[in-house]
């Protein structure tokens, strides 16, 4: 098997796992409890706190932890719209976030809040005047991803935390795919409230954070326990927890090297197939993208019909994000930067880890090759465009 699509999950490092094993039957306490027996697994709680935190410049006490991104989404812009709505019900986001964070939004919008959607460019970038011009006195938040989940396309945190710093307004980012793969520094980028997940980043599912700013004044999201200084109810997930703090200490210390390769395999991988599949198109910003992150439209066919061939050959990758795997519409996020739906259905993510090699990409290539020289074969539209072309 060739697995291609780390942005959708990761494999658990072994040390991650390592880690997190004495939790589950030996040192099984609730770190909670007062006695000697639950204070080892709050240490081993605390130190991946600190671990968390060390990865984007943040005090350990900054640190929430969650049962994935998308509770973490949640939590931040539901949480920040209720503690602003004194000031205003305003909420500004962009077009191509996570359906964590749209469909929040969405909801936000029935119960009388306003959402301004900014559009991006054709590379997925944010339009920053566009943004800008949407500054209101009654807007209370920002809320745009670090990096996007399905062309990669990193953002300019540090513009957007400066106009959300400059008009007194919170600024949360999405940065679930982001963590763990580019350098991040909450206080240089002026980020407020930061979403993030460990599966993402080779800890273990189901566990996640929400980094919230000292002095950033929001309510629970889960309420019944005094968990999380009173932010967020329920037993802690300590084993998960540990887990995804040994992943980020991992990636700490490999975070440059780990890059540098990812980087090397995304640009062999992206010129191959440019200059060797005809009619092929890359979405999203050529340099200013994931490390990992590769993904092609190929006109005249459909995404799934690769999918499936390329999974006969043993690799793993996906038409988009994960969590809408079993639509039929295309990606909002192709719309978003203008693709036409039969351009924008024909489209393909490959994501990349450092455990990748190049004969790995030299597979999959071929294979892709093949495989799109056979669906267009059987396809009317592009026999119809050869024609035309030929005339």
């Not at 719209?81 to 919008?109: D, F, P, R």
């Not at 954070?209 to 037993?235: C, D, M, N, P, W």
């Not at 780990?258 to 191959?272: A, H, S, T, V």
């Amino acid at each position: 098997m060739i697995y291609l699509d780390n942005a959708a999950t990761t494999c658990v490092a072994k040390e991650a796992f390592e880690a997190m094993k004495p939790f589950f039957c030996e040192q099984y306490s609730n770190p909670s409890a007062v006695y000697c027996f639950a204070g080892d697994s709050m240490k081993a709680v605390d130190k991946a706190r600190k671990s968390l935190a060390d990865l984007i410049g943040a005090q350990p006490n900054e640190i929430y932890f969650t049962a994935g991104g998308s509770e973490s989404d949640n939590w931040a812009v539901k949480a920040a719209a209720e503690a602003g709505k004194a000031k205003g019900k305003h909420i500004i986001t962009s077009t191509i976030e996570h359906h964590a964070v749209l469909h929040t939004c969405q909801y936000l919008e029935k119960q009388g809040y306003e959402v301004t959607y900014v559009n991006v460019d054709e590379n997925g970038m944010i339009k920053l005047e566009e943004l800008k011009a949407a500054i209101r006195p009654d807007t209370i938040l920002i809320t745009i991803m670090a990096a996007n989940n399905e062309i990669g396309t990193i953002q300019p945190l540090e513009e957007i935390g400066t106009l959300a710093r400059e008009n007194g307004i919170l600024f949360h980012t999405d940065a679930v795919q982001a963590y763990g793969h580019i350098p991040l520094n909450v206080e240089e980028l002026k980020i407020d409230l930061l979403s993030a997940s460990g599966h993402k980043f080779h800890g273990p599912k189901g566990v996640g954070f929400l980094y919230i700013r000292k002095g950033v004044r929001i309510g629970s999201y889960i309420h019944g326990g005094a968990q999380e200084r009173a932010r967020r109810a329920g037993t802690l997930n300590t084993p998960g927890i540990v887990g995804m703090g040994a992943a980020a200490e991992l990636v700490m210390d490999k975070l440059k090297e780990n890059m540098q390769k990812e980087i090397e395999l995304r640009d062999y991988f992206i010129q191959r197939v440019l200059e060797e599949i005809p009619y092929s198109r890359l979405n999203g910003d050529a340099k200013r993208r994931l490390p990992g992150n590769v993904n092609f439209c190929f006109r005249f066919i459909e995404g799934e019909s690769l999918l499936i061939l390329l999974d006969q050959q043993g690799i793993c990758a996906s038409s988009g994000s994960a969590c809408t795997s079993g639509s039929l519409d295309p990606s909002h996020v192709l719309l978003a930067i203008g693709l036409p739906h039969e351009i924008a259905h024909g489209s393909l993510r490959f994501t990349l880890s450092a455990e990748n090699t190049k004969e790995e990409i030299d597979f999959t290539v071929d294979a892709l090759k093949k495989i799109v020289e056979r669906l267009r074969s059987m396809s009317p539209l592009y026999e119809d465009f050869i024609k035309q072309k030929s005339k």
